[in-house]
């Protein structure tokens, strides 16, 4: 999802916070912890998975259930029906005997039959892409139907042979979409090049079929719901922060519309039938010419702490891919490159240039995939960060709509939102999109606090309200010599700025939190935990460094303005940690708007012979980076990975499955880790793993393989038989959504 975080090495001052707890505190806690899970669990030796959880569930002697702690059951699970995948370097997606992977969308395919298949030459005109498969597969969501008549549906969320599936195209690989012999990669001079650059970013729409008798899947072209939402399309913003000041701009004066969306990681889905997609590195994409020309001046007093805490022009100051470098060409349309250049222009105001562009993104965006006339919907209401994606929990009539949503960066928060108004599930006359105005367009957003107290064990935490009634929020805007005065004087501003707000009122920084997953079996909450390599203790920063700030490399909010770097605390127990975890939590009472929570760490990140190995994990399931998290309706959980190339013992991008349990059982340790947790698919060189779905009856997996060969590591997947299992001997590889099967067409993971 996230690309991989450069390292920074300290933070400024502003004396609003307590250093984080020291190495000496946190060893001490480790210690006590697994001391008493020890003694829970009737055990003389324990590993150091135990600061993982609290106490061991134990068997109710039953057979079909398991009694936890607080006296409640949980069903157990069934076994795994599929051999362990060992790790690779092969070119090609690995998976168990008996299973089988189909390729049906891969880059640059058609939907429409008037196109010719994709020459993978990269000569196509970038108009095209308005009925091509975009770039960078990711998160995604399969819509079951039933046609009621010629090319015309309804929603049927039991239909496993034909539905619609909305594709994320996150980001771009330049040097694998150009023409080799023609136009390079990176070429700022050619309009066409950066159209279809724009054109590949955003998501999929596109109906797909079941053929029964060879249980493969097809897109079916020229449907009138087959569509392309990219950089160009239109949007609509709604939420507290719609047409406020700080999102208007020269194309929108009433700060209610926008063109757009862009680095579209996972994704989520609402109980009334609509597609979320959501808008993770926002700021790589923009231009400010404030920090161009002088590296010093990316300085936040330099360029301005309101772009600053939105985190936008201090990543790449000329935009990752340059695309205001074509500010004014003789070709450009309607500001087409200029939006993306953020820089206040002299004696002009906000609503004659862009320098709000970038506050309309890094949204939740809502898109009705039986409407393709239909603006998406971007719902300001939920925040505004690099959102991973939303997930939803269990909703019922009469109760408020819940969203769990992550924020991937180093040191940034989880977060949750709920609706101000009860779900009612018979909503006559009212268009899905209209539907989520109601529940998504009011309510409050939460972020979430991580607590843990050394004595006694007990894991806890609480939801924070960011509204203009938190007095912290209202103390930190009204202090003049706070670097946030006057930020959160209103509802709009604290949303657009909600990195900043979940700073000042004390949120728990998470190492880069990516996808979440609600357990279906009983409400649980689980997040990836990817990687952070600025995690380390105070003691070990730099003293000029953390003086002298960040200039050069990659500012943080949460660096930035804290008195200290952010070492190991028992949430994110390594530092720095490089391998990642899962971390899980239950709210109080089950209930998914309660403030507050008990949680524990499920699994930890390793290399099987890594020092940090506290979950055991063996040849069969060691994995590092998780990013990927999704429930099956069998209650499996499957894990993904985002892993570099380079290890020494195999390609690290894989998917596993784990039987989950819940929180307090213990997570996975010696005892339980080889039943509990195996590789199911291993991916090929150079790719990313991400992007899961199954169809109601479970017999046909959707999985996204993304950037194979990015870093060039010499790899031409997919085959051109469309096989994913069999390596391609050449041609430029390309992102895809496979399909995987059973070879007797039973379903996936476990009977």
């Not at 055990?43 to 057979?63: N, W």
């Not at 429409?112 to 975009?134: F, H, I, V």
């Not at 090049?193 to 493969?216: F, L, M, N, P, Y």
């Not at 993306?340 to 965006?365: C, H, L, W």
Request: hydrophobic share 35%; aromatic share 10%.
């Amino acid at each position: 999802m996230s690309e991989k975080p450069l390292s920074t090495q300290s933070a400024h001052s502003n004396g609003a916070t307590k250093r984080a707890v020291n190495r000496e505190q946190m060893n001490a806690w480790i210690e006590q912890l697994v001391t008493r899970r020890s003694v829970l669990a009737g055990a003389t030796t324990l590993s150091l998975a135990g600061l993982a959880g609290l106490v061991l569930g134990a068997c109710d002697g039953e057979g079909d259930v398991t009694t936890m702690p607080d006296g409640t059951t949980q069903p157990l699970m069934p076994e795994f029906n599929f051999e362990v995948v060992s790790l690779n370097m092969d070119d090609k997606v690995t998976l168990p005997p008996g299973h089988s992977a189909q390729v049906l969308y891969a880059y640059g395919d058609p939907f429409k039959s008037d196109l010719a298949e994709y020459s993978n030459m990269g000569t196509e005109p970038a108009w095209q892409w308005d009925y091509r498969a975009g770039d960078n597969h990711d998160g995604m969501r399969f819509f079951g139907l039933k046609e009621i008549a010629d090319d015309d549906y309804e929603l049927d969320p039991n239909a496993s042979d034909l539905g619609i599936l909305c594709v994320n195209h996150e980001k771009i690989t330049q040097a694998l979409m150009h023409d080799p012999e023609g136009r390079r990669s990176g070429d700022r001079n050619d309009v066409d090049e950066v159209r279809k650059e724009q054109r590949a970013h955003g998501v999929s729409c596109v109906v797909i079929q079941r053929d029964e008798a060879t249980g493969q899947f097809t897109i079916v072209k020229d449907s009138k719901y087959n569509r392309r939402i990219t950089a160009y399309t239109e949007m609509h913003l709604h939420g507290p922060a719609a047409g406020s000041d700080l999102l208007k701009t020269k194309y929108s004066q009433n700060g209610l519309a926008g063109r757009g969306t862009l680095y579209n990681c996972a994704n989520g889905y609402t109980p009334w039938g609509t597609y979320l997609t959501c808008e993770e590195n926002y700021d790589f994409y923009f231009r400010d010419d404030r920090t161009v020309e002088d590296g010093s001046k990316r300085d936040p007093e330099e360029i301005g702490y309101a772009n600053y805490l939105a985190g936008i022009g201090v990543r790449f100051p000329d935009g990752r891919y340059g695309w205001a470098t074509l500010a004014g060409h003789m070709d450009e349309s309607d500001d087409e490159f200029s939006r993306f250049n953020i820089t206040p222009m002299a004696g002009k105001s906000a609503v004659e240039d862009y320098r709000n562009e970038g506050n309309q993104f890094g949204y939740i965006v809502e898109i009705d995939p039986l409407d393709p006339q239909a603006a998406p919907r971007k719902r300001t209401a939920l925040g505004r960060f690099s959102h991973e994606g939303a997930w939803p929990a269990e909703v019922g009539d009469g109760k408020p709509v819940v969203f769990y949503m992550g924020d991937d960066d180093q040191l940034q928060f989880i977060y949750k939102f709920v609706s101000a108004k009860a779900y009612a599930a018979n909503n006559p006359g009212s268009s899905p999109l209209d539907i989520g105005d109601t529940y998504m367009d009011d309510g409050t957003l939460y972020v979430a606090r991580f607590d843990a107290d050394p004595m006694t064990g007990r894991q806890t935490g609480v939801w924070i309200p960011l509204r203009p009634d938190n007095p912290d929020l209202k103390a930190a805007s009204e202090d003049m010599q706070s670097p946030f005065y006057g930020l959160f004087g209103g509802l709009a501003s604290i949303l657009v700025h909600t990195r900043a707000a979940a700073f000042v009122v004390g949120a728990t920084p998470m190492d880069r939190p990516e996808w979440g997953a609600v357990n279906p079996r009983n409400g649980e909450v689980y997040f990836t935990l990817t990687n952070n390599s600025d995690r380390r203790g105070f003691d070990d920063a730099d003293l000029d460094a953390r003086t002298d700030g960040d200039q050069g490399t990659r500012d943080e909010v949460t660096e930035f303005l804290a008195n200290r770097e952010f070492g190991e605390v028992p949430s994110n127990p390594r530092g720095p940690n490089s391998h990642g975890h899962i971390i899980r939590f239950r709210e109080n009472d089950n209930d998914p708007t309660s403030t507050g929570f008990v949680w524990d760490i499920f699994v930890f990140g390793s290399d099987a012979g890594g020092p940090t190995n506290f979950s055991a994990l063996t040849a069969g399931n060691e994995f590092t980076d998780c990013d990927g998290l999704w429930f099956d309706s069998a209650g499996l959980l499957w894990i993904q990975t985002d892993d570099d190339i380079s290890q020494p013992d195999g390609n690290h991008n894989q998917m596993l499955a784990a039987t989950p349990g819940a929180v307090g059982d213990g997570g996975l340790d010696a005892g339980n880790v080889d039943e509990s947790l195996r590789r199911f698919l291993v991916g090929p060189i150079g790719c990313e793993i991400t992007g899961i779905d199954m169809t109601p009856d479970r017999r046909s997996m959707f999985v996204n393989i993304q950037h194979p060969d990015e870093r060039s590591s010499g790899g031409h997947w997919p085959a051109d038989n469309r096989d994913a299992t069999r390596a391609a001997a050449a041609g430029r590889a390309r992102s895809a959504t496979i399909v995987i099967t059973r070879d007797d067409g039973g379903p996936l993971g476990t009977a």
